[in-house]
């Protein structure tokens, strides 16, 4: 059974940065997508980033294009979210999410059924 553990989350100003990770276990690391989501209260989750170990692409959402960055490092089995210029609105709790096996970004469309595990979420809370 695979399981991810995110970790990385807590209190930052405005402007400041962060990076969240992702563990992965349970299921060979490739051919795999891995997403990051987030959900602030009150609010549907949405898909903020994806990237597919197949091609290396990435897909980013318009709302953190050119602050949020995601990477993969294989031989840990972890993905990060490097997070900055971080705004206010950028409050919620973060999921990160894998699609496995033949993992897809699905051209940027977060279709959160289509992801097998997920990760319990770590808070991110950007004051002003």
């Known amino acids: 059974e695979g399981q991810l553990q995110a970790s990385g989350g807590g209190l930052v100003q405005a402007g400041g940065s962060l990076r969240l990770s992702c563990a992965a276990s349970?299921?060979?690391?490739?051919?795999?997508?891995m997403a990051w989501f987030r959900q602030a209260p009150g609010k549907e989750r949405e898909g903020v980033l994806c990237?597919?170990?197949?091609?290396?692409?990435?897909y980013y959402a318009d709302s953190v294009k050119g602050r949020f960055t995601i990477s993969s490092d294989n031989a840990k089995n972890t993905v990060y979210l490097q997070m900055n210029s971080l705004k206010p609105e950028d409050t919620a709790v973060y999921y990160c999410?894998?699609?496995?096996?033949?993992?897809?970004?699905?051209?940027?469309?977060?279709?959160?059924?289509?992801?097998?595990?997920w990760g319990q979420g770590t808070l991110v809370t950007v004051s002003s």
């Open positions: 990237i597919s170990s197949s091609d290396g692409r990435i």
């Open positions: 349970g299921f060979p690391f490739d051919d795999y997508a």
């Open positions: 999410a894998a699609d496995w096996p033949r993992g897809s970004c699905y051209s940027g469309s977060y279709y959160l059924w289509k992801y097998d595990y």
